[in-house]
């Protein structure tokens, strides 16, 4: 049974919500155009990491609902207004959606996904991972050709070497942005004989040349998204720091998305540009042992046209999620939870507490990030 929060006066969870809600406008280096400045904001969200626990539960949900099959649109239901709302959302999707299903070690899950994703209202897709893959060459071009059929780009893996050459550019209400995306490893696997193309891996030069390639082609805003880290680590690695420090060293970069680590990692900026060093799992369904697998965060920047004609991010906000497992799998928005009066008392301050842990896991390298209002 829910409880009702009290009328008068609100809980102390509530009232200590407004404490850690706050945004950041970093400096313009220069001013905006003349008249109204053009904006758009761009989303990220953690790793898409199908368990067969979730396939249990996309089949339970598509049951309910009277419908045969599997429907995950259900778990994603919690933040699709969150991503809706954004100019441009990138998701990473980290394993290859291909037939016979498996999961862990060597992940091979369901399509649907791919449909739930795009109706949470995602637009394009990291696809360069450590499972890349785990479904061999077939898994890759099934998968893409999944994303294609449903409506979302893609980058970082490929169906040929002149498709790896072609920089992925969305038109984001009249911008044009690049997505980039590459991986540390395979996981011990090795592309096909004369196929090293198939999937990106991490070589700042290469991802430079890219970036440049897309610049080229009219890109105005370059959006990386790097699969990196160390598992279950808070903190950015001594590699990660290094990397991001040369990549947005150079000009062709404006923002690195980070994902593999399965943990929230901090926001930083570096030379003006911002890296997000781990988003943490945006649907996963790992071991309850170690609650912080269920926390997530979607970073939302608001970029800002210039004079100059360059586009700066004088914004930066995240929203806090959690994978929430009581009764059926869930991706909830915590600050909205929060805010809820419907929430039962016991589990907002679990809610509350994570929203806490995040905030802090967030700002550990010194970056002001601001968690978003209740929507």
Not at 16 to 30: E, G, M, N, R
Not at 156 to 175: I, K
Request: hydrophobic share 45%; aromatic share 6%.
């Amino acid at each position: 049974m829910l409880l009702a929060r009290p009328a008068a006066p609100p809980p102390a969870a509530t009232r200590a919500l407004p404490s850690i809600v706050h945004s950041v406008q970093p400096p313009l280096t220069a001013p905006p155009r003349a008249g109204p400045a053009r904006t758009i904001t761009i989303l990220g969200a953690g790793d898409v990491l199908l368990h067969s626990r979730l396939w249990r539960q996309a089949a339970a949900d598509a049951a309910a609902g009277g419908r045969p099959g599997l429907d995950f649109r259900p778990m994603l239901a919690g933040v699709a207004a969150r991503i809706a709302a954004a100019d441009l959302a990138i998701c990473h999707l980290e394993t290859p959606l291909a037939p016979p299903f498996s999961g862990y070690p060597l992940f091979a899950v369901p399509p649907e996904i791919a449909i739930a994703l795009r109706d949470s209202g995602f637009d394009t897709c990291s696809t360069a991972s450590n499972h890349t893959l785990d479904a061999g060459e077939a898994g890759v071009y099934r998968t893409l050709d999944v994303l294609d059929a449903v409506g979302l780009r893609h980058a970082g893996s490929h169906r040929s070497a002149a498709e790896q050459q072609t920089p992925t550019v969305l038109n984001v209400n009249g911008v044009k942005v690049a997505h980039l995306s590459h991986t540390f490893g395979f996981n011990g696997l090795r592309p096909p004989a004369g196929k090293s193309w198939i999937a990106n891996l991490i070589d700042p030069g290469a991802i430079v040349a890219e970036a440049r390639r897309a610049r080229s082609v009219g890109a105005e805003i370059v959006v990386l998204s790097l699969h990196w880290g160390i598992e279950y680590d808070h903190r950015a690695s001594p590699a990660q720091i290094a990397l991001a420090r040369q990549l947005l060293t150079a000009s062709e970069i404006d923002l690195i998305l980070g994902s593999h680590t399965h943990v929230v990692q901090p926001f930083e900026q570096v030379n003006g540009e911002w890296v997000v060093y781990g988003m943490g799992n945006h649907i996963a369904r790992q071991s309850d042992a170690y609650p912080a697998r269920h926390e997530g965060v979607m970073p939302r920047f608001t970029f800002t046209e210039l004079a100059s004609g360059r586009w700066v991010v004088t914004k930066v906000e995240a929203i806090a999620t959690w994978i929430d497992v009581t009764s059926r799998i869930r991706i909830v928005d915590l600050a909205s939870a929060i805010a809820n009066p419907a929430t039962p008392t016991a589990r907002r301050d679990a809610y509350l507490a994570a929203h806490r842990r995040i905030a802090g896991y967030l700002r550990a390298r010194g970056a002001p990030v601001g968690l978003a209002s209740p929507l």
